[in-house]
Nanobody, 123 residues
Framework: QVQLVESGGGLVQAGGSLRLSCTLSGRTASNCGMGWFRQAPGKERDFVAV????????YYADSVKGRFSISRDNAKNTVYLQMNSLKPEDTAVYYC????????????????WGQGTQVTVSS
């Protein structure tokens, strides 16, 4: 059974930082592209960042470029999202997802999803 478990969310003031973690079980992480998405109340789920299976390729949404950094430790089957200079508009539930074929910015490409972790940025 494949599972993704996120952690690290919480409440932070604007300008602060948080680090999200996502651990994959039931699959070999190095075979999967791993993405982060987020969904704010009343809005659609949006792409945030993705990293290829090897970690050689990363890609970010324009809204987080220069502030967020995605990385992975395949020995631990874990992907991270370091979020710096947080803004109130970053407030959302953040979801980790695994793409067993490649890596993508599209929600439809992902086979497995975590339960989400809440990030709240106060002004």
């Amino acid at each position: 059974q494949v599972q993704l478990v996120e952690s690290g969310g919480g409440l932070v003031q604007a300008g602060g930082s948080l680090r999200l973690s996502c651990t994959l079980s039931g699959r070999t992480a190095s075979n999967c592209g791993m993405g982060w998405f987020r969904q704010a109340p009343g809005k659609e789920r949006d792409f945030v960042a993705v990293i290829s299976g090897s970690g050689a390729i990363t890609y970010y949404a324009d809204s987080v470029k220069g502030r967020f950094s995605i990385s992975r430790d395949n020995a631990k089957n874990t992907v991270y999202l370091q979020m710096n200079s947080l803004k109130p508009e970053d407030t959302a539930v953040y979801y980790c997802a695994a793409d067993s074929n490649s890596w993508s910015t599209k929600i439809s490409a992902y086979d497995y999803w975590g339960q989400g972790t809440q990030v709240t940025v106060s002004s």
